[in-house]
């Protein structure tokens, strides 16, 4: 017998405000006829096929430390470099840059979310397909 993953869950200060923040990064949206509203405790979005969902779920203590666990993003429709700055634009900090750490066209970028949740932004696909 196995288990799976059901959900991704993320500690936060302000449920809706980054469920909403999270929407723009990734594409996803609502569940539908359960709309993230200000002022909900806890805030879950999808991808538009319901295959992976992230909850958000409002804890009194801030973060504290370094994630443990982080998102690994992948852009799909642009390159690296592009969506460091659509994030940055949107209100995430980058936190390091790894590009080419291991030769060209390799490395990663770590960035922060609005409440200093990090992840990393890799190639994008067409960036991976060149290479």
Known sequence: ???RISHTSIDCRNAYELSE???QVLGYVDVEGDPNEPGHEECMILTPDGSHLVLFIEVPEAKSVKNRIHFDLRPTD????EEVERLLGIGATQVADRRGQYGPGSGWVTMA????NEFCVL???SERTRT
């Open 1 to 3: 017998m196995t288990s």
């Open 113 to 116: 979310d609005p409440e200093g």
């Open 21 to 23: 923040w999270w929407k």
């Open 123 to 125: 190639r994008g696909d």
């Open 78 to 81: 642009r390159t690296q470099a």
